[in-house]
């Protein structure tokens, strides 16, 4: 089984900024994308960022400019650094992951439990 688990989420002034992480745990033989979706109340789930294994990144056009998606393979972990936040960036922020756990299985996609980013003054 694999975990993952957000943080970094809360509460923030808009022009401020936040760092959210994301760490797997469990059974890992290796990750493929990483990425990280919001939703906003009464709205859909929305890709924000992702990142390739290799390092390719990509970004909803909303947030360019203002939000860096990292990873580091060797902690199973993902970042999102969050720099000029607005109020339209307030939503529940979910991580997701293509996990291989073993050598021979196939990836399977995992969600996190989300962490709620307010941005408001």
């Known amino acids: 089984q694999v975990q993952l688990v957000e943080s970094g989420g809360g509460l923030v002034q808009p022009g401020g900024s936040l760092r959210l992480s994301c760490a797997a745990s469990?059974?890992?033989?290796?990750?493929?994308?990483m990425g990280w979706y919001r939703q906003a109340p009464g709205k859909q789930r929305e890709l924000v960022a992702g990142?390739?294994?290799?390092?390719?990144?990509n970004y909803v056009n909303s947030v360019k400019g203002r939000f860096t998606i990292s990873r580091d393979n060797a902690k199973n972990t993902v970042y999102l650094q969050m720099n000029s936040l607005k109020p339209e960036d307030t939503a529940v922020y979910y991580c997701?992951?293509?996990?291989?756990?073993?050598?021979?299985?196939?990836?399977?996609?995992?969600w996190g439990q989300g962490t709620q980013v307010t941005v408001s003054s």
């Open positions: 997701n992951a293509d996990v291989r756990p073993t050598n021979w299985g196939a990836f399977t996609n995992y």
């Open positions: 469990g059974s890992i033989f290796s990750i493929n994308s």
């Open positions: 990142i390739s294994s290799g390092g390719r990144t």
